[in-house]
């Protein structure tokens, strides 16, 4: 169905795709795997109309075509779900969704189309739902429904999986079961390598923007494949001081309630959390249960009337906003990564001066006493950052948004690790991030709680939650459910208090 032959790309002096060649046939799921910055993603975007290749060739169904614009590739039988979602905010699902189908669509009907295909493919959607007040796993699931939609032969998945639970996954799987018996394609981007060896009948693997190896995922380990991958075998997180915190509460929420903001929000209901320094607390759940309410409470991006209900190192803090608890040794990573936690059209610098300057020392920003930035401080700190989290970007100080997803994840940590602060809340730390990355990100969360932090962790990977966490919670339907020690809880007990079963 689909060749590329040769194709490169360079952005500068740095090049992308090297002459990436590989052939997805018909009824095929192909993986495409690599570590973040391989190329990946700049190769589906050629394939999808959004870049424009400096060599090589595109062949579909054995001819040659250009491909000009998304668009074109829409209408050629190409369709693409994004790992960082192309949706308006103040725009309901039905009309984000139809603003992809053309002029000749009524929006009640699109509407109609959309309910049917989200339940007939396991995936629930409200058409007059406002996106903006729907979780990141609600989100995704617009993106797919709207691909679906438009009927395409080849459908490209970048990281399909990174924000749903796995529920949602094994309805995902389902569907891509379907399409496939249905004799269209799909070419399959994801770190989750289970998930490879699951669904996919073949791999191109890609590192430094040339295509290393190939291979059937099912006659390869996780461990493998993850070698293929990076060039080297990955490490174990290091676990050690596991079940022996002792240290002091640093972050304390008390009998926390928050109105739902929106219809579509969630409320929150008695939240109670205590958090030790030394410990790091993993809370699960599904998407939509009152996640992002939780981290907008407890990073001050909503704030309280009763000042006693967050606690901060002993201060209180539950009407203070975010700057504020940053002062006092708070540091946040929301969900969102593009938009949310870095501007996309703003350098990492500039990014890293956003997130600091109202916190951090003069001297960080080599401030002197009129105020002036001095950009090589600035730059420095920047680029000890990149070396730090492995940070792989075209130059030197690139806007955000030309980072990879996985890329730029690990300047976010990094951003906020470097401050060393005392309590750390994280949503989603390692969405999107290779093997490698993961790890790392993984390890340097738990190497903070143990010199002495207090960690909070929002996940909706059960995997990642039960290997960093000393502590497991759940959220589900803005409960809160008592953290329970890490060894002993299994995940059947999670599910069931996932699945609503709350304390008591």
């Given amino acids: 169905m689909l ?35 391989a190329g990946k993603s700049t190769l589906v975007k050629m394939l999808y109309g959004s870049l424009q290749p400096d060599g090589g060739e595109i062949l579909w169904h054995g001819k040659p075509i250009e491909i000009p614009s998304p668009s074109q590739a829409r209408s050629t ?29 009524d929006i009640r009907d699109i509407g109609e189309k959309a309910r049917q295909v989200s339940e007939e493919y ?17 989100r995704q699931r617009v993106e797919i429904v709207r691909c679906l939609l438009q009927d395409p032969e080849l ?16 309805a995902l799987f389902e569907t891509l079961e379907r399409l496939r018996s249905e004799g269209r394609s799909i070419l399959y981007i994801s770190h989750r390598l289970d998930e490879v060896q699951k669904m996919c009948d073949h ?10 190896g190939e291979c059937t995922p099912a006659d390869e380990t996780a461990a493998s494949l993850a070698n293929l991958m ?27 309630n928050q109105e739902a903001a929106s219809p579509f929000a969630m409320e929150l209901t008695d939240i109670n959390l205590s958090v030790r320094a030394g410990e790091v607390v993993g809370v699960a759940g599904v998407a939509g249960n009152g996640q992002s309410e939780f981290f907008d409470v407890l990073s001050g991006e909503t704030t309280s009337s009763d000042n006693a209900s967050v606690r901060y190192n002993g201060h209180e803090c539950g009407s203070m906003g975010i700057t504020a608890r940053r002062r006092l040794g708070g540091a946040f990573v929301a969900e969102e990564r593009l938009g949310h936690s870095a501007v996309p059209d703003l350098s990492l610098s500039e ?11 003069k001297s960080f920003l080599g401030m002197g006493p009129l105020g002036v930035i001095q950009n090589g401080v600035i730059k420095s700190v920047t680029k000890r950052i990149c070396e730090e989290m492995d940070v792989r970007k075209s130059g030197e100080d690139p806007d955000a948004s030309a980072l990879s997803g996985g890329n730029l994840q690990k300047f976010i940590m990094g951003r906020e690790l470097d401050r060393k602060p005392s309590i750390l809340v ?13 790890q790392k990100i993984r390890q340097a969360v738990i190497d903070l709680a143990r010199a002495g932090s207090a960690v909070v962790v929002i996940s909706q990977d059960l995997d990642e939650i039960m290997e960093i966490s000393d502590r497991i919670a759940v959220m589900s339907d803005g409960h809160l459910s008592k953290p329970e020690d890490a060894e002993s809880i299994t995940r059947e007990e999670i599910g069931l208090k996932m699945g609503g079963l709350h304390d008591g």
């Avoid at 191109?204 to 290393?212: D, E, F, P, Q």
């Avoid at 075998?233 to 972050?251: F, I, K, P, Q, S």
């Avoid at 990014?351 to 020392?361: C, F, V």
């Fill in 351 to 361: 990014n890293l001066i956003l997130a600091r300057h109202g916190s951090d020392s």
């Fill in 122 to 138: 396991g995936l629930p959607l409200q058409p007059d739902t406002i996106i903006g007040d729907m979780s990141v796993g609600e």
């Fill in 3 to 37: 060749e590329v032959q040769a194709i490169t790309k360079k952005f500068g002096d740095l090049v992308a795709n090297d002459s990436v060649s590989l052939e997805v046939s018909k009824g095929e799921i192909h993986a495409l795997l690599g570590e973040n910055g």
């Fill in 230 to 256: 990076v060039g080297a075998d990955v490490g174990d997180v290091t676990r050690t001081g596991r079940g022996e915190v002792t240290g002091e509460a640093l972050l304390e929420l008390h009998n926390v």
């Fill in 203 to 212: 791999a191109t693997i890609l590192r430094h923007g040339k295509v290393v």
């Fill in 426 to 438: 994280v949503n989603q730390p390692t969405w999107g991030v290779d093997a490698g990355a993961a």
């Fill in 77 to 105: 039988g190409i369709g693409m779900v994004f790992q960082h979602f192309s949706l308006f905010d103040s725009l309901s699902v039905a009309e984000n969704i139809a603003l992809s189908l053309g002029k000749e669509n």
């Fill in 155 to 170: 459908i490209i998945l970048d990281e399909p999986t990174s924000v749903l639970t796995p529920q949602e996954a094994d």
